[in-house]
């Protein structure tokens, strides 16, 4: 084909390159205009024009962690002896990076926001995931009564808007005392993602040959030592794809997590909006949230980069 | 016959000393995922609909009181209700329309002989892996008319766009397309490769124009995939609410799912916003039906 390109097809290719690389530019601007307002000082965050060179600060991190209060009388160390270990750990980096004669230092929301989030996510993206696994071998290589239907099932629902949900769900949680904790938000999570993960798995454990599983029988495996050393480690690409989407989901859920915690078990997602505010926001600070909580998938994204785009792909054509 | 008793006898045996029985590994990995999405999804639902037909406030001990239809006629008979499907109606076809032409379009042109597609790939799909409610209060930073890079880039001055009622919902339809495209363009992309080549080729030698290339093969073969990206788009685009939610508060973007979220979370009208659950329900399954009866017909042709 490359042979016989004409110059006007190549002159063509040269114009797609070109918009290919502007959208991107486009597309990547707001990412990039974020990050840079994360890392400036206050008074450059809003400057017209715009600040694009200057000194990077990790000041907004400090405040996204810390407040201070101007009332409070300082903590002791002995008030912060019980609180986890990764508040005190803030507590103490804070207070030696910010110390400023006014006002004392405690930890913000953030990082206990934080920890939830992570919690919950990861939790819930393991459940998910071994649990579609397991269906999803179920389905495709037994049989099942009703496969068709049961797997028309699992799918639909997720067709339900989580708002058709969230109400009957808040007052069960509510009278099961599951409101405002780790386990309310990891069960939804796990039950939003599950149908996702049945279905997405049992594409990639329908492409393993049957017979690597009965050459094992054969060979004196059970079932289970059959599934667990001979098709999971087939399946791990699969896996790996299904859990970033899982995990993405979950780290990023805003609805329910505004409508079933309020203290205890809240994610990260409804606060960093709760900090905007009535009066001058300190957009720094809402940027280095922002960042901070894109961190974790990007990096789990990074990590599984090969296995997601054949996952995509994969699981959009089967659909 | 003593053979066959023989092997179904030995078969058993044999399963009993090599640990489960394949009937009850197959029960033991599929049924509690069956009751598990019973219990979260069928359970609520049947809940709520219960709730629909009394005056119940959760907010209140007072017990429901059973209130027959009325819920679902004064929902019906609200014309505030309908100017929120009205918006709702909006935003989908603005914000998919401008995902379909965008998504696809850079699949287009991603679909040629380009240097370092892959990179570019995965950098086009990070604006999809970001938090809605973070990406909502980023973009609020950069819609700002006084300070917002936007404004200043295009040079539009003070240029109001969330909190000018005519704007704001076009301002939340840009940023999920900014957001979403990328999935449409992956889904794209996936049928623009399945697309056997030699196709073009044929057409290449009866000297077929772009146009009719393009109408003829092209469109045609990656039909079906790109109607299944519309169908989730548009069934998300439908449910929209963190978007909405934070960028704005103007009455212009308030979509269903916000009316909802209030109905239910600040004015704790329980059983009426149940009923007004079910009605967006049946909604958006009636949608996703004509959708794919759509996607069937694509799919024959």
Redesign the interface.
């Known amino acids: 084909?490359?042979a016989v390109q004409t110059r006007s097809e190549r002159a063509l290719?040269r114009v797609?390159?070109a918009?290919?690389?502007v959208?991107?530019l486009i597309?990547?601007?707001?990412?990039y205009?974020?990050t840079s307002?994360a890392f400036k000082p206050r008074n450059l965050a809003?400057?017209?024009?715009?600040t694009v060179l200057f000194e990077p600060e990790i000041s907004p991190f400090v405040k996204l962690f810390t407040k201070r209060s101007q009332l409070r009388v300082a903590p002791t160390p002995e008030e912060y002896a019980d609180a986890p270990w990764w508040e005190r750990m803030v507590f103490d980096g804070g207070e030696k990076i910010v110390r400023s004669g006014r006002g004392e230092i405690q930890p913000s929301g953030y990082p206990n926001r934080f920890m939830n989030s992570l919690i919950i996510a990861i939790t819930s993206t393991v459940l998910a995931v071994s649990?579609?696994t397991?269906?999803a071998?179920?389905?495709s290589?037994?049989k099942?009564k009703g496969e068709a239907d049961?797997l028309f099932?699992?799918l639909s629902?997720r067709?339900?808007?989580?708002?058709?949900?969230?109400?009957?769900?808040?007052?069960?949680y509510?009278a099961v005392g599951l409101n405002d904790t780790h386990w309310g938000l990891i069960?939804?999570y796990?039950?939003f993602n599950?149908?996702f993960s049945?279905w997405l798995m049992k594409g990639f454990i329908d492409e393993i040959p049957k017979e690597y599983e009965e050459a094992a029988l054969v060979d004196?495996y059970?079932?289970?030592?059959a599934?667990f050393k001979i098709v999971i480690p087939e399946a791990a690409t699969g896996i790996a794809a299904t859990a970033v989407f899982c995990f993405?989901t979950a780290?990023?859920e805003?609805?329910f997590a505004l409508?079933m915690t309020n203290r205890r078990a809240q994610t990260a997602?409804?606060f960093?909006?709760s900090q905007?505010g009535s009066g001058l926001p300190d957009?720094t600070v809402?940027?280095a949230g922002?960042v901070l909580?894109?961190l974790p998938?990007?990096i789990f994204?990074f990590l599984l980069?090969n296995h997601l785009?054949r996952g995509?792909?994969f699981g959009?054509?089967r659909? | 016959m003593a053979t066959v008793v023989m092997t179904s006898l030995d078969a058993k045996s044999r399963a009993a000393s090599r640990g489960m029985s394949d009937i009850s590994i197959r029960n033991l990995f599929i049924i509690p995922t069956i009751l598990f999405l019973i219990v979260f999804n069928i359970f609520p639902l049947i809940y709520s609909l219960g709730y629909s037909f009394t005056d119940f406030r959760a907010s209140s001990n007072a017990p429901a009181k059973f209130v027959g239809l009325r819920n679902y006629r004064e929902l019906l008979n609200d014309i505030f209700i309908w100017s929120n499907f009205a918006i709702t109606a909006k935003y989908v076809i603005v914000s998919v329309t401008g995902q379909v032409i965008v998504g696809f379009g850079t699949a287009m042109l991603l679909n040629r002989d380009i240097p370092l597609k892959g990179l570019l790939t995965t950098l086009l799909l990070l604006p999809m892996m970001l938090s809605m409610a973070v990406v909502g209060l980023f973009w609020k930073l950069l819609y700002d008319p006084s300070f917002g890079i936007i404004n200043y880039t295009l040079g539009l001055g003070s240029f109001e766009w969330l909190s000018n009622p005519d704007m704001a919902l076009y301002a939340v339809a840009i940023t999920d397309i900014w957001m979403w495209s990328p999935f449409v363009m992956l889904l794209s992309l996936a049928g623009l490769s399945a697309v056997p080549k030699h196709l073009y080729e044929a057409a290449a030698i009866d000297r077929a124009g772009p146009f009719y290339t393009f109408f003829r093969i092209t469109l045609p073969l990656v039909a079906p995939i790109l109607m299944i990206a519309i169908i989730f788009r548009t069934m998300e685009a439908f449910k929209t609410f963190d978007l909405a939610y934070i960028l704005t508060s103007q009455p212009t973007t308030e979509v269903i799912s916000i009316r909802l979220y209030k109905m239910a979370f600040q004015e704790w009208q329980t059983g009426r916003s149940c009923a007004l659950a079910y009605i967006v329900l049946i909604m958006v399954l009636a949608i996703t039906n004509i959708y794919v009866k759509y996607l069937n017909k694509v799919k024959e042709r």
Do not use: H
């Not at chain 1, 809003?46 to 715009?50: A, F, K, M, S």
């Open positions: 084909m490359a290719n797609a390159i918009a290919v690389l959208i991107t597309f990547l601007a707001p990412i205009w974020i307002t809003t400057t017209i024009p715009p649990m579609g397991f269906t071998y179920g389905f290589r037994f099942v049961l099932f699992i629902t067709m339900l808007p989580p708002v058709v949900v969230a109400i009957p769900m808040f007052l069960m509510r069960i939804l796990t039950a599950l149908s049945v004196g059970t079932r289970m030592e599934f993405i780290w990023n805003y609805a409508i997602p409804p960093i909006p905007v957009w809402i940027a922002t909580f894109l998938v990007a994204t980069r785009l995509m792909s959009a054509i659909k």
